[in-house]
């Protein structure tokens, strides 16, 4: 007897929310796809729960299968300046990332030369605790440091 193990994949659709900031203070919101569509929230999360409900039913089909893409509607001005902030934080994570590995193979290249991990840790302005950890090789998911 053959047990057939394939099941066919859920289909997730995605919609844009488009929100808009009321005068009261709600979040209105409406699909770009079907503007018939539409319902609000006294917060953005709120307001696309009740979208996710709202096209769920229109739609007729699981609020698992709906994915929405929040895009709230700005002024121009307000626009660029929250773009602007999303780029400076993705280059911080990126200058974190190439700070992190450039100290480490600093502390590789300090210890590797017989210098101690306190001594090491007083050169490049870190903790010998950070010294320790940029030098000990990642553990395992699932295991236990220490």
Known sequence: MRIDTNTKEDTVTTYTACLEHEDD??????????????????TIDQALTRMREAAALWFQTDEAAI??????????????TVEQARKAREHARNADRLAIEQTRKA???????GISMRDAAAILGISHQR???LLTPE????????
């Open 67 to 80: 994915e929405l893409v929040a895009r709230p509607v700005l002024p121009k001005a307000t626009g660029r």
């Open 25 to 42: 203070g709600r979040w209105s919101v409406e699909l770009a796809e079907e503007p018939r569509v539409h319902t609000w929230g006294k």
């Open 139 to 146: 553990t395992p998911p699932g295991r236990k440091a220490g």
């Open 107 to 113: 502390a590789v290249a300090l210890t590797s030369r």
């Open 131 to 133: 010294v320790h950890q």
